[in-house]
């Protein structure tokens, strides 16, 4: 299923979207707030034992953002190093479909934002990658 090296930390996620109601329409993309990390990013976490990377990324969706989602293309994987471990993200493009974010102890605020400000929002430049590959995949309006 997965390429990467034995030890790797395996997480799944979702770019999370929604149509805009705003009177120009388009979409909003969703970013959570983790304080313990004081980072803004799209909703993702850990596989937990014998859970798919998908059943991850959704139970990871609802948890964080209090939103459930129907999921689109597969994105890019994002491989990075955190405390010297390799960390490999499964990640889809989700559209919204009902929920209502409540703080919680990982996550203490969501923001739906255009693209552009959500681009000037994430705090890590994979994540602007990513928002990149989502957007390839998502309704022009």
């Given at each position: 299923?997965?390429?990467a090296p034995e030890g790797t930390v395996r997480a799944a996620g979702c770019v999370l979207w929604r149509r805009s109601t705003a009177p120009r329409g388009g979409i909003e993309l969703c970013l959570v707030h983790r304080p313990r990390y ?104």
């Amino acid at each position: 299923m997965s390429g990467a090296p034995e030890g790797t930390v395996r997480a799944a996620g979702c770019v999370l979207w929604r149509r805009s109601t705003a009177p120009r329409g388009g979409i909003e993309l969703c970013l959570v707030h983790r304080p313990r990390y004081d980072d803004w990013s799209f909703p993702k976490g850990k596989l937990k034992r014998g859970e798919s990377p998908r059943e991850a990324a959704l139970r990871e969706v609802l948890e964080e953002t209090g939103h459930r989602c129907v999921p689109g293309p597969l994105l890019p994987a994002v491989r990075y190093v955190v405390n010297g471990r390799p960390k490999e993200v499964t990640y889809w493009s989700a559209e919204a479909t009902a929920g209502a974010f409540v703080p919680n102890r990982e996550v203490d605020d969501v923001r739906w934002l255009t693209p552009p400000a959500a681009r000037a929002r994430l705090t890590q430049d994979r994540d602007r990658a990513l928002l990149d590959a989502a957007l390839d995949t998502l309704p022009a309006s």
